[in-house]
Each structure stands twice: as structure tokens, then as C-alpha cells.
């Protein structure tokens, strides 16, 4: 999905955020919605810019090849700048427990009561708030970006995690 709003000109952001169709797994409705909010919201709003490279703006394409996440970033005329691998063993548990998490959350949603959904929501934004931190942390003096940022790519990374 690409998007651009004109009104926005600022050098540090990303204009164009991409997944790896061949690193996605199979999702249920609820992940997909998740990645579409995720990829619309991050375009909307974001602070991104390799460390020591503001002539942006920036495209990003995730993927994940083997055990590790890359991160390809590129001017927004697709010239390659830097490719990024991550381990993605720092962010296994918190990944796995997010969706076990989530998954009793979308299940709530449909049949508990209002209070088990509200507790269960706030363990799933507690758990995206430590993934987006972990996220934050593995990316510092590689990628400048804001919390908000941060936590929409990990809302991505769970997608391209995520193996049905």
C-alpha cells in the first residue's frame, strides 16, 4: 500500500511501507484488518530516517528471510539506501504472547463481558508497547523514528510473524 499526503513535506517519513508476500503466512480477518490500520495509520503519521540520511522521503519493504527481519529502505524513487537484518529472536516471546493475547481478545469481543475484554485490552496494548520498545531499542543508531512509529512497525512485524 502507498500513500502520500502532499501537505506533507517533512524529509524524515516514510512515504511507501511495503511486506514481503512471500514472508507473510496465512492470517485470519482480524490480523489482515490489523496490517491495513497498521500500514494506513504509519503512512498518516511517521519519523523515519536511517541514521545519518535526511534526504528523504523514505520507502521501507519488511521481509523476513530466515530467522531475521530485514528492513529495506530506499528513497522514495526506489534507489536503494541501506538493508537492516535483525535477529528476531529478541522479539519471538513477545510476538507469540501478543498473539495469544490478542487472539483471546478478538474471541472476547464476541462473547465476554465488558470488563474481561477491557483487561485483556489493556494486556495486549501493554505487550505492543514492550514489542515497540524491544523495536525501538534494536533499531537505535541504525533508524531514527518516534514511539508511535515504532509501534506500527510492530504491528507489521507480527504480521510478517505471524503463521497462522
Given at each position: 500500500?502507498t500513500r502520500e499526503r502532499s501537505s506533507d513535506k517533512r524529509s524524515d517519513r516514510l512515504i511507501a511501507v511495503t511486506l514481503d508476500e512471500n514472508s507473510i503466512?496465512?492470517?485470519?480477518?482480524?490480523?489482515?484488518?490489523?496490517?491495513?490500520?497498521?500500514?494506513?495509520?504509519?503512512?498518516?503519521?511517521?519519523?523515519?530516517?536511517?541514521?545519518?540520511?535526511?534526504?528523504?522521503?523514505?520507502?521501507?519493504?519488511?521481509?523476513?528471510?530466515?530467522?531475521?527481519?530485514?528492513?529495506?529502505?530506499r528513497r522514495a524513487d526506489g534507489t536503494a539506501i541501506i538493508a537492516h537484518l535483525l535477529s528476531l529472536t529478541p522479539l519471538r516471546r513477545i510476538v507469540k504472547?501478543?498473539?495469544?493475547?490478542?487472539?483471546?481478545?478478538?474471541?472476547?469481543?464476541?462473547?465476554?463481558?465488558?470488563?474481561?475484554?477491557?483487561?485483556?485490552?489493556?494486556?495486549?496494548?501493554?505487550?505492543?508497547?514492550?514489542?515497540?520498545?524491544?523495536?525501538?531499542?534494536?533499531?537505535?543508531?541504525?533508524?531514527?523514528?518516534?514511539?508511535?512509529?515504532?509501534?506500527?512497525?510492530?504491528?507489521?512485524?507480527?504480521?510478517?510473524?505471524?503463521?497462522?
Open positions: 500500500m503466512g496465512r492470517s485470519n480477518r482480524d490480523v489482515e484488518h490489523e496490517r491495513a490500520i497498521a500500514i494506513y495509520d504509519l503512512l498518516e503519521d511517521n519519523i523515519f530516517a536511517p541514521e545519518g540520511d535526511q534526504e528523504g522521503p523514505f520507502a521501507l519493504h519488511l521481509s523476513i528471510t530466515g530467522s531475521r527481519l530485514m528492513f529495506d529502505i504472547d501478543y498473539y495469544t493475547v490478542c487472539d483471546s481478545y478478538y474471541e472476547a469481543i464476541r462473547t465476554a463481558t465488558p470488563d474481561r475484554i477491557e483487561a485483556l485490552d489493556i494486556g495486549r496494548r501493554a505487550l505492543h508497547d514492550e514489542g515497540s520498545q524491544i523495536l525501538t531499542e534494536r533499531l537505535k543508531r541504525k533508524v531514527r523514528l518516534d514511539f508511535d512509529t515504532a509501534r506500527r512497525l510492530f504491528t507489521l512485524i507480527c504480521v510478517l510473524h505471524w503463521k497462522g
